[in-house]
């Protein structure tokens, strides 16, 4: 609406000049393109001065007493330093194959299932 006004058209024309097809478009992407540039220097400013501590955090939550929280510290510093698991085909420091774990993981979990289907139905 200022635009508009400023230059005193209709606020339909100031939002045909920012169309995909507009006459500003480029001019529009480009200065969205220098914004998000900006915002992410800012970004990665705050996030270095605090990344020792939150690596902290997440070492000193491995410690804790929940299970579910060990785990979720442990999988976030694993994802961060190796990719989230779905991203990975093969752990670089064992050279284990991902693929061939979760397989692994399957058949533990179903056989796990199938001895507590048992037991309930013995009870």
Not at 4 to 13: E, P, Y
């Amino acid at each position: 609406m200022e635009i508009a006004q400023l230059l005193k058209v209709s606020h339909v024309s100031v939002k045909r000049w920012f169309r995909s097809d507009g006459l500003l478009k480029e001019e529009y992407d480009r200065y969205e393109k220098e914004r998000n540039s900006v915002r992410d220097r800012e970004t990665d400013t705050v996030l270095a001065r605090h990344a020792d501590t939150a690596a902290r955090m997440l070492v000193s939550l491995m410690g804790a007493r929940s299970d579910a929280m060990k785990f979720r510290a442990a999988k976030t510093i694993l994802d961060f330093v190796l990719g989230p698991v779905n991203t990975r085909d093969y752990d670089p420091y064992t050279g284990n194959d991902y693929h061939r774990d979760t397989d692994r993981i399957k058949e533990i979990l179903e056989s796990v299932k199938k001895r507590k289907q048992a037991v309930g139905n013995r009870a």
